[in-house]
């Protein structure tokens, strides 16, 4: 990443600081603090971590920050779900929960590919047969990291936690479409891509539109509801940053 690049990367992480916590991360704290607890400690999670961390580039800003963040919001959103749903053992919500994570692990894994949901389901079968996962649970994570494309109907088929997990993955990956769009992915593609600050600007209407009709996709009730105020709330942030890039960078040789 150049120095131009790095230097808004910091104005928008100043922006973003600036704006409230969305809903969602406020109050969801405990699951959220249980589904980092098994991010980070559970035994076969922890391998899982290790092994893939060399083939998780954040190039176009969907590596090991995304992957990880995405796990975290996608084992949250099962907790939660569950929770409403209530008579469930605490043992088989941590077990979804893991699931969770492995789908949100793995999910965008050959994201520089075309059709990288189908791609990766086939390379997450792959790798989770040498993990401690059933069949049926590689199945199930498989048939999530299918269905996570956004704009697309999910396939249906499986039992109804095939179905819980494939949602929470793609409500969790959405849900990046948030201020994790200007504190991160943005400026990964920027550099990715050799923009300037003006070849930004000069995108950035389109890419705030296409922001807004994600809303309307959230799968789970959780998602439905505190969904769209993440996207809110990176709208937000994403205003300012194109006010400062508008200030700084128009008509201005630096933007070249
Ligand atoms: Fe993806
Ligand atoms: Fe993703």
């Known amino acids: 990443m150049d120095e131009v690049t790095r230097k808004l990367q910091r104005e928008a992480e100043r922006i973003a600081a600036r704006h409230p916590l969305p809903e969602f991360y406020s109050r969801f704290r405990a699951p959220a603090a249980l589904a980092r607890k098994l991010f980070f400690r559970h035994p076969t999670l922890s391998i899982l971590r290790r092994d893939l961390q060399p ?27 569950l929770l409403y749903q209530g008579k469930i053992a605490r043992d088989r919500v941590e077990r979804l929960m893991v699931l969770g994570i492995a ?31 059933g069949c049926r649970e590689i199945q199930c994570v498989c048939a999530a990291i299918r269905n996570h494309e956004a704009f697309t109907t999910p396939t249906a088929g499986g039992p109804e936690w095939f179905e819980l997990i494939s949602d929470c993955l793609y409500d969790a990956d959405k849900f990046r479409w948030g201020p994790d769009t200007f504190v991160h992915t943005l400026w990964h593609m920027v550099s990715q891509q050799g923009l300037s600050p003006r070849d930004l600007i000069a995108r950035f209407p389109w890419g ?26 990176g709208a937000e ?19 070249q």
């Open 55 to 81: 083939f998780l580039h954040d190039e176009l800003g969907h590596g090991l920050y995304h992957s990880t963040r995405v796990s975290i919001d996608t084992a949250t959103l099962v907790c939660v779900e």
């Open 103 to 133: 789908a949100g692990m793995l999910h965008d894994i050959r994201r520089n590919e075309e059709e990288h949901a189908r791609l990766g389901a086939e390379e997450a079968a792959r790798v989770l047969k040498r993990y401690s996962l």
């Open 208 to 233: 705030m539109t296409g922001l807004a009709r994600i809303s309307e996709t959230f799968r789970t009730g959780t998602g439905r509801q505190y969904g769209p105020g993440i996207i809110d709330t």
């Open 237 to 255: 942030i994403g205003k300012e940053i194109y006010q400062y890039l508008r200030r700084h960078y128009q008509g201005d040789s630096n933007g």
